[in-house]
């Protein structure tokens, strides 16, 4: 079992930066490969940034040059790192993490609320 919560969304004016954090419950970057979803109303949940054991990291191109996921084994922490913000990016923002065998178990944060308005 694995326990997730995110942290540091809030309301920041286009162009401003946020930094999210994804608290896990013990030490799983060994075993699970990681991701940062999105989620607005009426539009589909959205892969924003995915992080491999090996530490390789993909990006969708709106997000490619302005986020960066990384993260800290010690504290068993993972970030999402937002900088340009623009209106588009306001969605409740979710932790993700994916066993990397079968049952690919998964788990999933309780989502942070990210608004980037004037």
């Known amino acids: 079992q694995v326990v997730l919560v995110e942290s540091g969304g809030g309301l920041v004016q286009p162009g401003g930066s946020l930094r999210l954090s994804c608290a896990a419950s013990r030490s799983i970057f060994a075993y699970y490969n990681m991701a940062w979803y999105r989620h607005t109303p009426g539009k589909q949940r959205e892969l924003v940034a995915r992080?491999?054991?090996?530490?390789?990291?993909t990006y969708p191109g709106s997000v490619k040059a302005r986020f960066t996921i990384s993260r800290d084994r010690v504290e068993n922490l993972l970030y999402l790192k937002m900088d340009s913000l623009k209106p588009e990016d306001t969605a409740v923002y979710y932790c993700h993490a994916i066993r990397d065998r079968p049952p690919y178990t998964e788990y999933w944060g309780q989502g942070t609320q990210v608004t980037v308005s004037p």
């Open positions: 992080l491999t054991l090996g530490g390789a990291t």
